[in-house]
């Protein structure tokens, strides 16, 4: 799959949105300025950046914890999502969410998801519905290598399988549930085999080569929306954070996190790659880099400005409809 | 007017509704039954029936048998529900909750809240609740209370079937997640049931008797116990309202209020254990709004703090009797 | 593994005495004697005898809602199990449990059960807490073909791997979970494939041959034992009735059930073995038979005049200890 | 004596049980942390920090990491309690209760019952609980008003560090099982804690407050906030009971109902929603056994029929405040 300049210009933006989003976010955490439990996706951005270039219209996703790359990469407005980590009521959850529920159903994100795994069971149930309507759309659930222990992730994975609908499990291996290594709470010696042995192709990628998960996720994807039921995407690729802001990281080895910023940095790679080959040159990606900074100051500015929710917010949103006498 | 039983009548809404309404399906375990058999796809309708016919009449696309696998029919509810379907999810026996639980109070519950007003998920998930079969510990809870403690979540619960065709459809149409409880000891159980669509309102309550002396609120299976349980007292002069909330969310809070406020005497009865359930709710709700009113203790019938139990004498004496409703009645009444 | 005669006669004994409960069972349910939701095992004896003839001392197996052959053959009391069907407070449950809870856990059988895979999570318990004593005992737990579905099944076979406890999953296929056939909720085409996916040695034995699921168990919990982690039986092995007492059956092919008793029967094929190598003679067979249709009529007799329970009776056993104030 | 935190009263009692009883043993995602990695394991002694230090002094096998799968983790907490263990295990956050509900309510539960009184599972879950730290909606629910629902389960909510590690005590001795509620937002809270290992007996309310004309009820985190509500009303002349009930099941109803018959005023104070919990319990209680002593309504204080609020501001909305439980005090003085 080849990419023109525009779709390689607008992944490159994606990604360095995805990151400059975190680092910022981290830094306002580190300086008080966001509550809550927040879980960076720094590191990780081919990934998210990888999968959802090949999604549009009423294809959905769903994510987890570590969120706000999926809903980036995905077209979550930017200020919105930062105005809601900052529990503002012009948040795009009017603060009521916060990091780790953001979501924008109508335009495909079905929401990070605090519960490890809750996600794909709901992303099967967007699939069946676009193959009960009769679309080609996809519904794509992101999962770690942590949650795929969880036992919703199977039962959504056969269930998958047994309807044959159009549903994409990708799978981030970063190595590490919370505190704990891949090699000690997945059991197996090969998750990819295991996956597989559900009944559906997995297609492994480089998660630090933007292309290699492209390509990867593109084959998933089109295998789904050629009707021929679910497919995987495995993307192996560390965090540059702890798994919380606040994590002290001991479960590292060694100059592992100075080896991951340095040498696996998908950014870098990225750079590097359509450097060489004369795709982009290094004043456009830096055009863009300017352009990704300058926005995420302005929703900085604006998520410190915009409005708070008050008490008068509290009870609202809980249902659609109220019957006559409340609750 | 027909006789139906509840089983029938849910039967009908849903035939109705996805003839009416081609994004309403079923979904869950045997809710057609014999697929990838060598016998008759659509055989079951459900362990109780209750979907039987949908799967000749609609397909396999919209009554969609599923693994055992409950978190993944509850998220698959919720996720075609968020993605505009009207899906009506079958989780078989409502003690089967606690392998779906997160789905239902975690993710469709609260969906809505947490994305700021911006989505819904018009999902109906059906369960048969409650004692009476023998069925024990694992089989046999009523779990409705449990729910309506949920935020996000409407919680029905049918009394009959007349009740149970219209607040079904009710349910379908409503664009909130809903719990649908259905007594399965009342299944069999036939009243006059009009065979055209109709509804009935979420949060009003019904009232099969009225009287001046004891309200008396009962859930699902109790209201009929409580309705033989007040007219056998009528000839010792004893007249009392009997509310049958229909809806444990939203409730009818007013109804009930107003007639506690005239009785000045209140019974509440479930067959779910005492502790943090329905009768405690309703009691404390009376405790402070209609306390001036109030002439009597207020008492709660309800089960024991215990699993339900299998043999049918102890389960006998498990569920509230016609007895020992009345002898609450008579106990306000002193 | 070659048994001698006093051991085959203890596994032929043990497979009838299942044989006749049930059958036992089927009529005087079909006669309104027993109460409740009863599934019977009839079919599918010798999975169970083949798996718990390798079990003693403090091994413990736990069972599913079609419990009763799992049961007898760990050494359940067939006359207390007897009067638990008939809800009598004489049973091994004191007719609180009833068909669907039958357990006796000093003897080693941590209960039915009446959620599909609500045993495989206790299981790994029980095989963690072998390890942790340091003793060789094995944790065996039943699933059906319906059951490997459940997230609880799954998460219990990697939770086993991690931890390298010696838990046995038994899968016994015979070919529904209700009324849905393996081919459809298995979407995988290869469920033994998928099983040791999870990083544990799966041994397949034809369930209607005692001998065949002998030595696959004995493979598979001689390898727990070892302490070389878990391990798995498949079985394969219809039943003879429906799912439930007064299943109608629709899913059945034409002829199905009369094949399956024709042809399938685990107890004629244990007879034309054993008198085939003249292990056994015909008439110790015939022997046996009378002796457990002896046993089973005394089970319901006593059954049948056995105390009943009161309301006394209702409150009790909740709690070990009780504190002073109740609740 | 030593001042120490609710989190490192905990860890105590851990480190104190685990030496003394070999089959004591905790089991959960992190409360070791580090398995498998080029780092340290141990480094992480759970996300609280409440397990620290206990793989370092007492090993794999008793201080058991676990993958991401909840259920499993109840599960095997259950059968190792059945098979003679007496396993802690640790599910981190109280929402996560969703995924392992079935384990705990269906099986662990129950097996007494169903079992006729023929076995005992001796295990503990423990949970962080409550809000307080903008983890909204997944990650700030109480939920032990819906486990006190559930005949077979004995439920602990501490509200200060000398009771947790009592009642810890009590919970791994016990031989039913427990659920054990950790407010979380009280882990960094201090008070006197002795260095010896001690119990406190279930089904005993603690009294920290002592009064004539309110009796006030409050659960875990509510309890501080009760106190200085009552404080703070000590110079209007007001003087109440607070009641720290400590287990919600068993309960001490007979303190509680000695104080109301003495004072005729009741207020029942809990973070968690209005519909079937604790406040209604209480009050349904007192209703029906201490009517006759009662002056006033009975008013519950308690969070409202919505998930918990991401946004600080709606957090602090959300959870009862001094402020509102003065309210109520000082409404059914009047
Ligand atoms: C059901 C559930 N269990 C536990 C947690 C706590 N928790 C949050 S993230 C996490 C680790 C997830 O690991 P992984 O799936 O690899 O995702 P990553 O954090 O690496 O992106 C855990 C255990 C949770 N949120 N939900
Ligand atoms: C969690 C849960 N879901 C559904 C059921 C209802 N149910 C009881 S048995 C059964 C089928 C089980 O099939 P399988 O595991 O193959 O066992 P079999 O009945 O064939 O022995 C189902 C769906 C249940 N008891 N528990
Ligand atoms: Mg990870
Ligand atoms: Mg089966």
Redesign the interface.
């Known amino acids: 799959m080849s990419l023109d300049k525009t779709a390689l210009a607008r992944a490159y933006r994606q990604m360095k949105t995805i990151r400059e989003f975190e680092e910022r976010a981290h830094a306002e955490i580190m300086n008080g300025q966001i509550?809550?439990?927040t879980h960076l996706y720094t590191g990780q951005e081919a990934n998210a950046v990888g999968v959802c270039e090949h999604l549009s219209g009423?294809d959905?996703i769903?994510s987890t914890h570590r969120g706000h790359g999926h809903c980036i990469a995905r077209g979550a407005d930017v200020k919105g999502m930062m105005a809601e980590l900052w529990?503002?009521?012009a948040?795009?959850?009017?603060?009521?969410?916060?990091?780790?529920?953001v979501?924008?159903?109508?335009n495909g994100i079905?929401?990070a998801?605090?519960?490890?795994?809750?996600g794909?069971?709901?992303?099967?149930?967007?699939?069946?519905?676009?193959?009960?309507?009769g679309t080609n759309n996809v519904?794509v659930s992101f999962s770690g290598d942590?949650?795929v222990?969880?036992?919703?992730?199977?039962?959504?994975?056969?269930?998958?399988?047994?309807?044959q609908v159009p549903a994409i499990f990708v799978i981030e291996n970063n190595y590490?549930?919370?505190?704990?290594?891949?090699?000690?709470?997945?059991?197996?010696?090969?998750l990819k085999?295991?996956?597989?042995?559900?009944?559906f192709p997995v297609f492994v990628a480089n998660g630090v080569d933007f292309f290699d998960v492209h390509e990867a996720a593109g084959k998933a994807i089109e295998h789904a929306r050629a009707g021929n039921g679910p497919a995987g995407v495995f993307c192996e690729q560390g965090r540059f954070h702890g798994h919380f802001v606040g994590d002290?990281?001991?479960?590292?080895?060694?100059g592992?996190l100075d080896r991951l910023r340095q040498d696996y940095d998908c950014l870098k790679h990225f750079r590097e790659r359509v450097t060489g080959t004369g795709e982009m040159s290094h004043e456009e990606l830096d055009a863009i880099d300017a352009e990704v900074m300058a926005l995420i100051d302005e929703a900085v500015s604006a998520a410190r400005a915009a409005p708070?929710?008050?008490?008068a917010?509290?009870?609202?949103?809980?249902?659609?409809?109220?019957?006559?006498?409340?609750? | 007017m027909p006789q139906k039983t509840m089983r029938d009548a849910i039967n009908e809404a849903l035939h109705q509704e996805m003839a009416a309404d081609e994004r309403v399906f079923v979904i869950g375990e045997d809710v057609a039954g014999g697929n990838g058999s060598d016998g008759t796809v659509g055989c079951a309708g459900g362990v109780f029936g209750v979907t039987a016919g949908l799967y000749d009449k609609f397909g396999p696309l919209r009554c969609v048998d599923t693994p055992i696998s409950e978190s993944a029919i509850v998220g698959a509810a919720a996720g075609a529900a968020l993605s505009g379907m009207r899906p009506v999810a079958e989780i078989m026996f409502a003690d089967f909750i606690g392998v779906c639980m997160d789905q239902i109070f975690n993710q469709m519950a609260k969906f809505r809240y947490m994305f700021g007003g911006k989505s819904r998920c018009p999902a109906v998930i059906r369960f048969a609740s409650g004692a009476g079969f023998s069925a024990a510990a694992q089989h046999s809870q009523s779990m409705y209370q449990i729910m309506t403690a949920v935020p996000g979540l409407k919680v029905v619960v049918p009394s009959n079937a007349y009740d149970a065709k219209g607040l079904l459809l009710t349910a379908i149409r409503d664009d909130d997640p809903v719990l649908f409880f259905e007594p399965k000891a009342l299944y069999q159980e036939a009243c006059e049931v009009p065979d055209e669509p109709y509804t009935i309102p979420f949060g009003e309550a019904a009232m099969p008797r009225e009287g001046d002396d004891v309200t008396v609120v009962a859930f699902g299976q109790m209201v009929g116990r409580a309705a033989a349980a007040i007219d056998g007292l009528e000839d010792q002069g004893i007249t009392c309202d009997l509310i049958d909330p229909r809806t444990t969310s939203p409730l009818d809070a007013d109804t009930i209020l107003e007639s506690v406020k005239a009785t000045g005497r209140l019974v509440v009865v479930d067959e779910s254990p005492p502790r943090c359930g329905l009768t405690a709710d309703i009691a404390a709700m009376a405790a402070d709004r209609a306390f001036h009113s109030l002439k009597a203790p207020i008492k709660q019938v309800c089960a024991p703090h215990t699993p339900v139990p299998f043999s049918p004498e102890l389960e006998a004496a498990y569920v509230p009797s016609v007895q020992k409703i009345q002898a609450a009645i008579l106990e306000v009444m002193r």
Chains 1, 3 share one sequence.
């Open positions: 509550a809550g439990f009423a959905t769903i529990g503002s009521s948040g795009l959850c009017k603060g009521k969410g916060g990091s780790m529920h979501a924008d159903v109508d079905l929401g998801n605090g519960i490890v795994a809750g794909p069971p709901i992303s099967v149930g967007s699939a069946l519905a676009a193959k009960q309507k519904a942590g949650s222990n969880q036992g919703t992730c199977f039962e959504a994975m056969n269930l998958a399988v047994v309807l590490y549930s919370e505190h704990t290594s891949i090699n000690y709470a997945v059991g197996c010696d090969d085999a295991r996956t597989e042995g559900f009944g002290p990281q001991g479960y590292r080895g060694e592992e708070r929710p008050t008490a917010d509290l009870e609202t949103d809980v249902y659609i409809n109220y019957a006559a006498q409340g609750v």
